[in-house]
């Protein structure tokens, strides 16, 4: 009976996952094709998508990834380019160092799996409990599958249809702002929110679009520091 018990508490826990990332399939699924008809138009086919899904997993890098593949970059290059794209993954990693801590086994992953999007949803989990984390390692996990599998359609379609891919990247724009919105009408306190939309554009005035993000991630840090009891408070 117990057995039972945690059989359906864990397939609940999917369930839900699985609810709650349905938006995140729906863009991560039409980026990806996106992103395999283009790795394909560069020689590159669904082998390649596949192995770039599961070990780069990074549509923003992965796009990027593209031109360093096709124009022979070196590793050094392509290395400062990774760092630079993936820079804000770091402030996104320190702020989930205290709901990951007793993640155990999943942490590795967690840790690696935590995308944009990924990160919005499982914010909304305390993390306090093994069912939690649970939630967290199956909203993770879910997310890469719809990603690495809308790849791998993208590169085998790309490889025998032809298709004007312009635009397309724009999904994971509309998918970024579907959840925000979710998010604002979910919580009373938008504090968080303000100060993450006023620093950015704050920093997209001051650096311009090419240079505004790390030093908009670093200002929403300090804010957000700076806020913290009244964050917690209200």
Known sequence: MRKKFAGDAESGVILRA??????VMTGYVVLGIGFGILLSSKGYGAIWALLMGLMIYSGTMQFVAIDLIAGSATLASAAITALMVGARHLFYGISMLKRYEKSGFMKPYLIYA??????????NSECNSDGDLKYCFFVSLLDQVYWVTGS?????????LEFDARGIDFALTALFITICTEQWLNESNHVSALTGFAASVLCLIIFGSENFLIPSMILITIALFALKGKISHE
């Open 18 to 23: 699985f609810r709650d990332t349905l938006p």
């Open 114 to 123: 935590l995308t944009d999007e990924t990160y919005s949803l499982v914010c």
């Open 152 to 160: 791998v359609i993208g590169a085998i379609l790309g490889a025998v």
